[in-house]
């Protein structure tokens, strides 16, 4: 079992910055073998892929609404996953959450909800105009 908790989420206005962070915790495991991701739901939208990473950071993709504006990273030594985002759009106001899976994936099956089997709780990012 693995636990996830997410927080940084927050208001704030347009053109604004937020960085989340997403804790992993489970016993016997080792981190740098983990998949991690970021997605997302607006409201009255579908969950949707933000960006995944290795446990090791080494591999980062992302969906192509972040280019420029996101930063996925991952911090090996806490068990954390930091999503950073620059130019807060009010269409970027959704629950954020992290995912973790035990394995390491490509870029294709990182990008989809179904191989994750544990989520946090979500963070709530707000945006106003």
């Known amino acids: 079992q693995v636990q996830l908790v997410e927080s940084g989420g927050g208001l704030v206005q347009a053109g604004g910055s937020l960085r989340l962070s997403c804790a992993a915790s489970a016993s016997g495991r080792t981190f740098s073998s983990y998949t991690m991701a970021w997605f997302r739901q607006g409201p009255g939208k579908e969950r949707e892929f933000v960006a995944c990473t290795g446990g090791s950071g080494i591999n980062i993709y992302g969906a192509d609404f972040v280019k420029g504006r996101f930063t996925a990273s991952s911090d090996n030594a806490k068990n954390t996953v930091n999503l950073e985002i620059t130019g807060l759009k009010p269409e970027d106001t959704a629950v954020y959450y992290c995912?973790?899976?035990?394995?390491?994936?490509?870029?294709?099956?990182?990008?989809?909800?179904?191989?994750?089997?544990?989520w946090g709780q979500g963070t709530q990012v707000t945006v106003s105009s």
């Open positions: 995912a973790a899976a035990v394995i390491s994936m490509g870029r294709g099956a990182c990008a989809r909800a179904s191989s994750y089997p544990y």
